[in-house]
């Protein structure tokens, strides 16, 4: 079963191109239809369970599936097992970047490429201010308050990342529970 | 050195939810702004080359960061920083998901963590794209426009939109080069 799981999850690290979302198809097809670890409506529970906890969505699945095939160790390896092929390859491009990226060339070619780079981190964080702010496809009033203060939060007075999620997880708790 | 790369992805994986393109600009955050251990341009770089690999996004981004700060050795341990939190917390709430799912006090702080990651998201995006302009990175700021044409009316892949960004990039820095020789 490890060794199984090893294999699969190889494939899944190497082949899931665009990260997120974009590798979801394979992912999910590998898991609920070529192996059958689990069904289409566990599958959409580990895609809920990916937004409620911190982690990219490939990585809480091969945990999530790892676990129920073969207990802590299975996690370990399917997850492990997930992230080797990036591991690799990137230590690999880390090697030809560090030793190219000062020729003008590559150099004019990488600083073409930061507009597209930008652009696509754009992209993403509009999904997610989409899916944080209209739930429902309208705008949500709290939400909103709560998005403007944190952004107030992180301009004027420069606190840190984890800080400003701490502050709007504690504020969500009272906007959202308690009021 | 370390011990602080392993400590800051930790922390970073432990409080990022949803995947890479929300842990990407943390990164960028900590390790350019706070830390300034790698500049703005690098940083991006290293966004464009995880971007187009295979694997998971934000592991890839922490495996370059790591190897630009500490090699081989750089790139393990700051991997090791960014899986293990959502190995941990995953492998616990595996095990007690039902009773999690619908706890109201749980949902809420939740939400309210995720509406405060995309505030976090937002400004830092804004940051990019003044530094674009700053830098009067003008072909960027075309291809900016032209990446999210791409996304939004051909809805291309991410992998194809980097490949093809790529390919008019080496065109653009080829004619720059050949001007400034001739």
Redesign the interface.
């Known amino acids: 079963m490890l060794g199984k799981l090893f294999i699969v999850f190889i494939q899944v690290?190497?082949?899931?191109?665009?990260?997120?979302?974009?590798a979801l198809p394979i992912i999910q097809n590998q898991l609920t239809n070529v192996h059958r670890w689990m069904t289409t409506l566990e599958f959409s529970?580990v895609v809920?369970?990916?937004?409620?906890?911190?982690?990219?969505?490939?990585?809480?699945a091969a945990?999530?599936v790892g676990?129920?095939q073969a207990g802590?160790l299975g996690?370990?390896v399917a997850?492990?097992a997930?992230?080797i092929?990036?591991?690799i390859?990137?230590?690999i491009?880390?090697y030809f970047?560090?030793k190219y990226?000062d020729l003008?060339?590559v150099k004019?070619?990488?600083?073409?490429?930061?507009?597209?780079?930008?652009?696509?981190?754009?992209?993403?964080?509009l999904?997610?201010?989409q899916?944080?702010?209209f739930p429902n496809m309208s705008l949500e009033l709290k939400?909103s308050i709560?998005?403007?203060g944190?952004?107030f939060l992180?301009?004027k007075f420069k606190v840190?990342?984890?800080l400003?999620?701490?502050?709007?997880?504690?504020?969500?708790?009272i906007?959202?529970?308690l009021i | 050195m370390y011990f602080k790369l392993f400590i800051t992805m930790f922390?970073?994986?432990?409080?990022?939810?949803?995947?890479?393109?929300?842990?990407?600009?943390?990164m960028r955050?900590?390790f350019v702004e706070?830390l300034k251990w790698i500049d703005e341009?690098e940083m991006?770089?290293?966004?464009?080359?995880?971007?187009s690999?295979?694997?998971?996004?934000?592991?890839?981004a922490s495996?370059?960061v790591g190897?630009?700060l500490k090699k081989?050795k750089g790139?393990?341990v700051s991997?090791l920083g960014t899986?293990l939190?959502?190995?941990i917390?995953?492998?616990i709430?595996?095990?007690m998901?039902e009773n999690?799912?619908n706890n109201?006090?749980?949902?809420?702080?939740?939400?309210?963590?995720?509406?405060?990651?995309?505030?976090?998201?937002?400004?830092?995006?804004v940051q990019?794209?003044l530094q674009?302009i700053k830098d009067k990175?003008y072909?960027?700021?075309?291809?900016?426009?032209?990446?999210?044409s791409l996304?939004?009316f051909l809805k291309l892949?991410?992998?194809i939109?980097?490949a093809l960004?790529?390919i008019?990039?080496?065109i653009?820095?080829?004619y720059?080069?050949k001007n400034n020789v001739g």
Not at chain 2, 13 to 23: E, L, N, P, Q
């Open positions: 690290g190497l082949f899931s191109f665009g990260g997120g979302y974009a529970d809920t369970l990916s937004q409620m906890t911190p982690g990219p969505l490939s990585i809480n945990t999530f676990m129920k802590l996690a370990i997850t492990y997930l992230v092929p990036s591991m390859l990137c230590g491009m880390s970047y560090y990226r003008t060339l004019k070619v990488l600083r073409v490429l930061r507009g597209s780079v930008v652009a696509l981190i754009l992209m993403g964080g999904q997610l201010v899916s944080a702010l939400e709560l998005f403007v944190i952004v992180l301009v840190d990342s984890i400003a999620i701490s502050i709007a997880g504690v504020l969500g708790y906007l959202f529970y | 922390n970073l994986s432990a409080f990022t939810f949803g995947g890479g393109y929300v842990i990407v600009p943390m955050k900590k706070q341009d991006l770089d290293l966004v464009a080359i995880s971007q690999l295979p694997g998971v996004l934000a592991v890839n495996v370059l190897y630009r081989m790139a393990i991997s899986v939190p959502p190995l917390i995953l492998a709430v595996t095990v998901y999690i799912k109201a006090v749980v949902i809420a702080i939740l939400k309210g963590m995720q509406v405060g990651v995309s505030a976090l998201i937002f400004t830092v995006v990019m794209i674009l990175n072909y960027g700021i075309l291809m900016f426009f032209m990446a999210i996304a939004v892949n991410t992998v939109i980097i960004s790529i008019i990039g080496t653009i820095a080829l720059e080069v």
